[in-house]
């Protein structure tokens, strides 16, 4: 068996690339190149960069925020305190690629769209429950509305040592669909 390798137009740096360079490199491990091969010549090596990137974007296992609003409704004028079940970052993950001792970690931030118009960006908070949670929201309206929290990872890696930051964030997302907002009014009875 040999390998025949040819080339395509295309982004070199984009993750199909990427994988076929360590698809690549495996092959040639294993296997000569065929004599009718229009490439003869072993393709550069990827950088280490370029190898966290790959699992960065294919091998890391990210939650999906699961956002609840106790008691399952708001009422106008009054806070509305989410919490995010989830895990806003990632213990270090390990990989051993192409001779590539890798380590993987990230962080991430939230992006609350509430539904009403209004959004709160850039929170590093899972939030929490009434009275001493600390992301909440006052609706002005009745109504039911889409909360969405987009969930932006920023990752991190150390390559045999050498540490850097990958440039391609990932974001995973989760709602609450339908979410009630009621309005109470005071009645007096003479």
């Not at 370029?50 to 609840?68: C, K, V």
């Not at 213990?91 to 939230?110: E, K, R």
């Amino acid at each position: 068996m040999c390998l025949y390798l040819t080339t395509t137009c295309g982004d070199p740096n984009s993750p199909a690339a990427l994988n076929a360079e360590m698809q690549t490199f495996i092959l040639l491990r294993q296997h000569p190149f065929c004599p009718n091969s229009p490439t003869r010549t072993a393709p550069q090596a990827a950088s280490p960069a370029q190898i966290a990137l790959l699992i960065w974007q294919t091998q890391i296992p990210l939650p999906h925020p699961a956002p609840y609003i106790a008691p399952g409704y708001a009422v106008t004028g009054k806070r509305a305190y989410l919490e995010i079940h989830d895990n806003p970052s990632l213990p270090p993950q390990h990989f051993n690629q192409l001779g590539y001792d890798i380590t993987v970690d990230a962080a991430s931030t939230y992006d609350i769209i509430w539904g009403d118009g209004t959004q709160s960006t850039g929170i590093t908070s899972a939030g929490g429950p009434y009275p001493n949670g600390n992301v909440s929201h006052v609706y002005d309206n009745t109504g039911n509305y889409t909360v969405r929290i987009v969930q932006t990872w920023h990752g991190r890696y150390t390559v045999n040592g050498l540490t850097g930051t990958i440039d391609s964030p990932l974001t995973t997302e989760g709602t609450i669909q339908g979410f009630p907002v009621h309005q109470i009014e005071a009645v007096t009875n003479r």
